[in-house]
T-cell receptor, first 109, second 115 residues
Framework: GQNIDQPTEMTATEGAIVQINCTYQ??????LFWYQQHAGEAPTFLSY??LDGLEEKGRFSSFLSRSKGYSYLLLKELQMKDSASYLC??????????WGAGTKLIIKP | IAGITQAPTSQILAAGRRMTLRCTQDMRHNAMYWYRQDLGLGLRLIHY???????GKGEVPDGYSVSRANTDDFPLTLASAVPSQTSVYFC??????????????FGPGTRLTVL
């Protein structure tokens, strides 16, 4: 079956760095997306990885290891506005996104 | 302003009633999707459309129907609502045919409560 595993909740301090891990099992693989979702709002696109390695985009970076079925999202210089849920979503062989339940990130001052 | 709009924003509905959730995009995207999001669960795909005139079933299609008469609109209909359909519903679209790694863009959502 298809399965996504990411921590339910994480807490970090403003200005610090946090890494949100995601492991996945899918029927085929066509890349992995990370989305951010603030409470009561729609998910918004953060990153897409299809090849192994690290993709950096400002304060946010995303890493993929296809052989390990593993990805992480790295957030640097945390700001209060980064408090949100972060959704890991690999794309299967049918190009359907398989969504994890998300990791709720709480930023403390 | 370009994007996806959904209506209504929220709705309380009696069980057994028929309800249509509206979704319109002005980005000329080919593919559109309907998801539901429930607490503690990931987004689950209800129905999708690769292009105008075609639709397909997702992971949880039972009790829902869709149509895609044109590029912009993708309404979702609950023929006879049941309490288990209480959820937040998101419409999304992506530029290409839903057969490639397109980025999906989401509407603001409709919060539906069925009593």
């Amino acid at each position: 079956g298809q399965n996504i595993d990411q921590p339910t909740e994480m807490t970090a301090t403003e200005g610090a760095i946090v890494q949100i891990n995601c492991t996945y099992q899918t029927s085929g693989f066509n890349g992995l997306f990370w989305y951010q979702q603030h409470a009561g709002e729609a998910p918004t696109f953060l990153s897409y990885n299809v090849l192994d390695g690290l993709e950096e985009k400002g304060r946010f970076s995303s890493f993929l290891s296809r052989s390990k079925g593993y990805s992480y999202l790295l957030l640097k210089e945390l700001q209060m506005k980064d408090s949100a849920s972060y959704l890991c979503a690999p794309m299967d062989s049918n190009y359907q996104l398989i969504w994890g339940a998300g990791t709720k990130l709480i930023i403390k001052p | 302003i370009a994007g996806i709009t959904q209506a209504p924003t929220s709705q309380i509905l009696a069980a057994g009633r028929r309800m249509t959730l509206r979704c319109t995009q002005d980005m000329r995207h080919n593919a559109m999707y309907w998801y539901r999001q429930d607490l503690g669960l990931g987004l689950r795909l209800i129905h999708y459309s690769n292009t105008a005139g075609t639709t397909g079933k997702g992971e949880v299609p039972d009790g829902y129907s869709v149509s895609r008469a044109n590029t912009d609109d993708f309404p979702l209909t609950l023929a006879s609502a049941v309490p288990s359909q209480t959820s937040v519903y998101f419409c999304a679209s992506s530029p290409g045919i839903a057969g490639g790694p397109d980025t999906q863009y989401f509407g603001p959502g409709t919060r539906l409560t069925v009593l």
